[in-house]
């Protein structure tokens, strides 16, 4: 059962920005690795940013979108960002917002999406040329 709920998808013109919005529950933003998964049809899940559980000064990003996506956390508001800038027609995809209580780095937390026990449903990101 998703205890995270995403917000913030649409489409948008290559080159364009959005930013999405993850919301839940105030003990996942204060104890929890937090990140963004995305999935495009016939592709497996990938991780594109994690970031670290408390203060929220480490992150990790896939290549793919280093330099372009930011991910963010207000804990205050108990909300996950994802801030994506130029976007390509290759970004587009269903994106998750997904939490752990425990993984050993970012990094490794990247790659190992079934380690993400508490998840959303998934906000859609289409991307025209």
């Known amino acids: 059962q998703a205890q995270l709920a995403e917000f913030g998808g649409g489409s948008v013109r290559a080159g364009g920005s959005l930013r999405l919005s993850c919301g839940g529950p105030a003990y996942i933003y204060k104890d929890y690795y937090m990140g963004w998964f995305r999935q495009a049809p016939g592709k497996e899940r990938e991780g594109i940013a994690i970031?670290?559980?408390?203060?929220?000064?480490?992150?990790a990003y896939a290549d793919s979108v280093k330099g372009r996506f930011t991910i963010s956390k207000d804990s205050v508001r108990n909300t996950l960002y994802l801030d994506m800038n130029s976007l390509k027609p290759e970004d587009s995809a269903m994106y998750y917002c997904?939490?752990?209580?425990?993984?050993?780095?970012?990094?490794?937390?990247?790659?190992?999406?079934?380690?993400?026990?508490?998840w959303g449903q998934g906000t859609q990101v289409t991307v025209s040329s």
């Open positions: 997904a939490a752990t209580p425990s993984i050993p780095t970012p990094e490794w937390g990247l790659s190992r999406p079934v380690v993400f026990a508490v």
């Open positions: 970031i670290d559980r408390r203060g929220g000064t480490k992150t």
